[in-house]
Every structure is written in structure tokens, then in C-alpha cells.
């Protein structure tokens, strides 16, 4: 298979962690025999300093004109710390999801076995977790009518949603539970707002359709609460923008670090795959940005397009660099001479490489001494 696919590093450590994803694909490519070509594009902070546009022209043609976007982070403390700046680099990032239709965003959350220790939450509680959050991307409260008084002294942000806007994104949601563990948990705050009972009472609808899911619901404070009291009660989670920023983020403690947590952002024509974390600027350069949720958000990439095998030999790739400690400081504490570079290496090694254990390659290419 040939796939252009466009490449927005962004700012920060986003430069970093996709040049690993990058990495792994390059790897996939060689042992499949397939074409990926990559182009690269600014957008967010970068693009801000060099065309005084965070999502400038010929960055969204080359979007419109790839088969894929790999996408890596934005966001720069000189724009986070100024609230009278009317440029900022997270308007380059949701004017890219409304011009591309990208409505749904999936965020899948694992408790890895060899990781369970690392959370802060308790392994009893966190072992089996396997959610997959669907929220929408397009919509609500970030793209709703913005108002701020002339004296700045008061403000307002408007939360719309349609029915349709609701229905294209459950149908995704109802549809990947049907090959999962068929449940799907409708997270909403319909007590209070009016947005949220419109999504109810649609949902509730378009399940008819669906006889063999079940759908529950939750009030978004208590779903909060019930993802660290017992996230394996959920299978598949659908909710809106706002709602599902937050509760994707939270899930991201289960895993031990936001560093492993991989998105899709999809529409009908269009796709973008991106970690989920934000663009760390403090460790910028340092080396010890983790670049799996950018390498599993390239595995995403590939099962969107079909090839499932090449996904799958990337997972086991990541599987085999957690188990061998092989990763980056905010999971292995105890060496810190594993670098971003380096997990990448490891894992596109595994990809060529995939029945050796690894294990020489790993020592060898750390400096230490060799064990057999």
C-alpha cells in the first residue's frame, strides 16, 4: 500500500516523539513492502513565529491532500501564560478538526500488566481495564459563540450541538462496542443542561438500532468518580467535547503515564493520529519525552487504512520495550540512560526483528553489559 501521509509536528517535544513514530512506520514499510511518503507541514507556536498563522494555508492544502495526518503536539508557555494573546497555537489545532470534519475522537485507555505497578491508582482496581472513548470533536462549548463584555468583566461561551452532530458520532461508538465487550456508557450532565438531555434522548433513540449493546448512562461528576473507583465497569464511552477533554485525560492515570495514551480524530473523508499528551515544553530537547502514544497512535493509523497485522506488530513492539524496561524516565526511574531516540530504535528493531527477544539488542544499544 502507498499512503501520503502528512506529517504536523508541532511545538515542543511533538518534533521529538513523531520522529519515533515516523521511525516505526519507515520499519513497517521495509518488512510489508509497502510506500509511505511523509511531508511535513508548521502548525501551532512554530507556525505563529513564522507566518503569523497557527494553521497557515499550505499546511491545511497538504492536510486536504494526504491520505492521513500524524500529528504531534502544540502549545508554547509564551502563549499558555498570556490570556490577552489573540493569536495562540490551540486555534491552529480546532480550526484543522472543523475544516477536515474531524468529528470523532477516539482515545483508547489499557492498564498494561507490567505497568500496573506504576499507577497511582491500586492494581486490583486498574488490572483488565480496556476502554475505548469516543468523544466529539467538533462541537459544543470550544466552538460555540465566545462573548466578552467591553470592560472584561464578564463572559460567556455558548454550548450547541444538533442532532446530527450527536447521531454520527454514536453510530461509531454503538459500532465499535458491538466488537468489543458491547456496552456503551453515555457520559452527560442532563440534570442540568439542556445540551445534554438533547444527547440523551438521541442516544437513546439510535440504540434501537443497536439491540445487542447495552447502553447505560452516567452524570459526568459521577463518571469522573466511578473511572478511579472502577474503571473496568466501562467498555466503550461516548461523550461530548468538553466532557470527553476531561475524562480522556483523567483515564490517562490509569496506564501510569498520559506518555502511552494513543488518538484517532476521524471523519467521513479525513483522518489525524496523535498522542494525547500536550506539548511539554520543559523537557523539550532533553530526551526524555515518551514517544508511545506517538508510536501507538501510528499503529492507529495503519488499522485505519486495514493493515492490522502492521498495527498489531507495532503493539507487541511497545508490549516488549514495557516489559524490558526500555522506556523513558517518567516509567523507569531506575535508568535514565533510555532516551526518546532510543525507544524508538528499540522498536522498529523489534519490527524487523520480531522473534529475537531483544534482549542483546536492548543491552548493547544502552551501554550496558550484555546478558544472554
Known amino acids: 500500500m ?33 510506500t509511505f511518503l511523509f511531508k511535513e507541514a508548521p502548525v501551532g507556536a512554530i507556525a505563529i513565529d513564522q507566518h503569523n498563522n497557527p494553521l497557515p494555508d499550505p499546511t491545511l492544502d497538504l492536510c486536504k491532500s494526504s491520505d492521513a495526518i500524524l500529528f504531534g503536539a502544540i502549545g508554547h508557555p509564551k502563549y499558555d501564560n498570556n490570556p ?25 485507555v489499557k492498564a498494561y500488566e507490567t505497568l500496573l505497578d506504576k499507577s497511582p491508582l491500586k492494581r486490583d482496581i486498574i488490572n483488565g481495564t480496556d476502554i475505548s472513548i469516543y468523544r466529539e470533536l467538533t ?18 461561551d455558548l454550548c450547541e450541538y444538533s442532532r446530527e ?7 461509531l461508538a454503538f459500532k465499535a462496542a458491538q466488537s468489543r465487550k458491547k456496552k456503551v456508557t453515555l457520559v452527560d450532565k442532563a440534570n ?7 444527547w440523551r434522548k438521541v442516544v437513546t433513540e439510535l440504540a434501537i438500532d443497536y439491540p445487542d449493546v447495552e447502553l447505560d448512562f ?21 461523550t461530548e467535547n468538553l466532557f470527553g477533554d476531561v475524562i480522556s485525560d483523567e483515564a490517562s492515570v490509569i496506564g501510569g503515564s498520559i506518555g502511552l495514551l494513543a488518538s484517532a480524530s476521524v471523519g467521513d473523508k479525513y483522518a489525524m493520529f496523535e498522542p494525547i499528551h500536550g506539548s511539554y515544553p520543559q523537557a523539550t530537547s532533553k530526551g526524555i519525552a515518551n514517544p508511545i502514544a506517538s508510536i501507538l497512535s501510528a499503529a492507529m493509523l495503519l488499522e485505519h487504512f486495514g493493515l492490522y497485522d502492521e498495527a498489531e506488530l507495532i503493539k507487541k513492539g511497545v508490549d516488549k520495550s514495557l516489559k ?26 523489534f519490527i524487523s526483528n520480531p522473534n529475537d527477544t531483544n534482549i542483546n539488542f536492548a543491552n548493547i544499544h544502552l551501554g550496558q553489559s550484555t546478558i544472554i
Open 84 to 108: 490577552n494573546a489573540k493569536v495562540r497555537p490551540e486555534q491552529g489545532l480546532l480550526k484543522l478538526r472543523k475544516e477536515l470534519g474531524l468529528y470523532a475522537n477516539i482515545r483508547p
Open 324 to 349: 524490558l524496561e526500555i522506556t523513558t524516565p517518567d516509567l523507569n526511574t531506575k535508568n535514565d540512560n533510555v532516551t526518546t531516540s532510543k525507544v524508538g530504535d528499540f522498536i522498529a528493531d
Open 2 to 34: 502507498k499512503l501520503n501521509i502528512a506529517v504536523l509536528s508541532g511545538d515542543g517535544i511533538g518534533p521529538e516523539v513523531t520522529d519515533q513514530a515516523i521511525k516505526v512506520l519507515k520499519a513497517i514499510a521495509l518488512e510489508f513492502d509497502h
Open 192 to 198: 442540568v443542561l439542556e445540551t445534554s438531555r438533547l
Open 139 to 156: 462541537g459544543g462549548i470550544y466552538f460555540g459563540k465566545k462573548y466578552l463584555s467591553e470592560d472584561g468583566n464578564s463572559a460567556s
Open 165 to 171: 452532530e450527536i447521531e454520527r458520532i454514536s453510530h
Open 218 to 238: 452516567l452524570f459526568v461528576d459521577n463518571a469522573a468518580m466511578q473511572m478511579i473507583l472502577n474503571p473496568k465497569q466501562f467498555d466503550v464511552i461516548l
